[in-house]
C-alpha cells in the first residue's frame, strides 16, 4: 500500500506514476485505487472506461498503459460523495481484493486514503501485505502526521518499504532558482531516525501537475524531465525494497 498520514501530498499521484514506472520494466502491475472518498487515480490515469464482468460476476479491472485498474470512481458519478461506516468500507475492500480478476501480478500497488482508518485496517486484516510505502511533503505538519501512519503500520505488523519526499523543492525553468516551498530533506532525516528505508525525493514541478490532470502522468509525458527521472529513480528503489523483503519471508527459520 501507498499511504500518508494526511492529504494533499501527492500520494495518488506518486502512487499511479510509480505503478507506470514498474510496468514499463516489463513487470505485471496492478493498482487498486482504495482511497474511497476521493478516488482520482482514473482521472490521472484518463481512464473514461468502466469495468467489466465476466459470467460469473467477477470483475475485469481497466488496463491502462500496462496497468490493470480498479477503482471506486468507476462506480460512482463524479459529483457524488461516499458516506459510509466501517462495515461498508472493509466490504469494498473485501471486493476489490477477492472479486477481481487480477490475474498474475508482479506487483498490486493499493493508494489509501490518507490517515489512519477502516480501509488501512482492513486491508492489513485481509492479506498479508509485502510492506507499506509512506509519501509525504517535506514539512514538519506533514512529517508529524506521517510519522502516526508509521506507527500504525508497525502495530498491524507491516513492514514499511520505505518513506518518499514529495514536492521536495521547485527549481524555477527559466532561470533555474531552487525554491524549497515546503522545505527539503525532512523525509529522508526521518527515516534515518526511524532506521527506514528512503526511497527518494520527487521535485515540486508544474508538468506533475500538468500531466496528472490531463490523464497522462509525467513519467509517460515527458520521461526525459526530472520530476519524471526522480520518479523512475523511486520506483527502482521501491522495487529493490519488495525484493529484499520477499527473500526475507523465503529465508527459512534456523533454530539452535
Known sequence: ????????????TVCANLALALASTGASVG???ADVYGPSIP??????????????????????????????????KPEEAVIWRGPMLHKTVEQFLHTVEWGELDYLLVDLPPGTGDVQLSLCQMI?????????????????????????FTKLNAPILGIIENMSAYVCPHCG??????????????????????????????????????????????????????????????AAQVSIRAMQIAQPKVTF
Do not use: C, W, Y
Not at 128 to 152: H, R
Open 1 to 12: 500500500p501507498i499511504a500518508s498520514g494526511k492529504g494533499g501530498v501527492g500520494k495518488s
Open 31 to 33: 493498482l487498486m485505487d
Open 43 to 76: 482521472t490521472i490515469l484518463g481512464i473514461e472506461e468502466e469495468p467489466e464482468l465476466t459470467a460469473d460476476r467477477r470483475i475485469i479491472p481497466v488496463s491502462k498503459h500496462g496497468v490493470k485498474v480498479i477503482s471506486m470512481g468507476f462506480f460512482m
Open 128 to 152: 498479508p501485505i509485502t510492506g507499506a510505502v509512506i509519501v509525504s511533503t517535506p514539512q514538519d505538519v506533514a512529517l508529524n502526521v506521517a510519522q502516526k501512519a508509521i506507527a500504525m
Open 177 to 238: 532558482k531552487r525554491e524549497e516551498i515546503f522545505g527539503s530533506g525532512g523525509a529522508r532525516q526521518m527515516a534515518e531516525r526511524l532506521s527506514l528505508p528512503f526511497l527518494g525525493e520527487i521535485p515540486l514541478a508544474t508538468s506533475v501537475r500538468k500531466t496528472s490532470d490531463a490523464g497522462t502522468p509525467i513519467v509517460l509525458a515527458d520521461p526525459d524531465s526530472p520530476a519524471a527521472a526522480a520518479l523512475t529513480a523511486v520506483a527502482k528503489n521501491l
